[in-house]
């Protein structure tokens, strides 16, 4: 996906000439091309751009697709101090194998991924549901201002592997300008400074495409007490996205 202006790609799957287009990601929401394994291709840009690439390991093969604003959905999450912007780029249920991609912004002052929850455990329900997915991640960091930071807090809880295993993870990580941070279990909390709005790139891949997850039973109960939204929030324009979706 594009970060930063915009990129042609060639490949044995298609051509595609014009990828992207916002000065940043803080101007518009984003551009993104799947494309399936063992595809060869070549990305160039005339003007220069940013972009970013994931993948995980998969065992089937589906179509090229060029993701527009037009397609991305905005949700506006949570409230109170815990309001942020969700981009949905490659939600549940996108034909791919694994990968899940959103971008969250979290306004200065703010708190995302929160009430902290947690997916490290692939655990169905008696329906057929999915209660929560075992799912690593990674954050790719932006700050809207180049002295800008956030915190990431990461800690497994009782049932965690790791945690059983007697490896458990109880780290706090300060995260700047185009830090990655990798989250491979557990709960993580994100918070960002009053005065600084913090983007990140949130990859997710795992037992299930799915974004089913568990909260920290200890801090679930904040969400019965939002009594407003952050009025910063979206952040830019979204007229053009595919949907909004607004919940606690």
């Known amino acids: 996906m594009t970060l930063a202006g915009s990129v042609s790609v060639a490949s044995d799957r298609g051509t595609w000439p014009a990828v992207g287009g916002r000065a940043d990601v803080f101007s518009g929401l984003p551009h993104a091309l799947y494309l399936p394994r063992r595809t060869v291709l070549r990305v160039t840009s005339a003007a220069g751009a940013e972009f970013a690439v994931a993948w995980a390991p998969t065992d089937q093969d589906h179509a090229p697709q060029q993701v527009t604003p037009e397609d991305v959905a905005v949700e506006i999450r949570g409230g109170d101090t815990a309001t942020r912007q969700i981009n949905s780029i490659l939600p549940p249920g996108f034909p791919c194998r694994r990968l899940v991609v959103v971008e969250v912004y979290t306004p200065g002052g703010g708190w995302s991924s929160y009430p902290p929850h947690k997916h490290d455990v692939h655990r169905p329900a008696a329906d057929g549901s999915l209660l929560e997915a075992d799912l690593d991640e990674i954050y790719y960091y932006k700050q809207a201002r180049p002295e800008g930071y956030a915190f990431q807090r990461i800690y497994t809880g009782a049932d965690s592997p790791l945690q059983q295993a007697g490896y458990p993870i109880d780290a706090t ?76």
């Open 173 to 248: 990580v300060l995260a700047r300008n185009n830090d990655v941070v990798l989250v491979p279990e557990g709960y993580h909390p994100v918070a960002s400074p009053p005065g600084y709005l913090t983007y990140y790139l949130n990859v997710l891949a795992g037992s299930a495409q799915s974004l089913a997850c568990c909260d920290d039973p200890q801090y679930a109960w904040v969400k019965e007490t939002y009594q407003s939204r952050d009025p910063r929030v979206p952040v830019y324009d979204v007229t053009h996205a595919a949907g909004r979706e607004s919940y606690g």
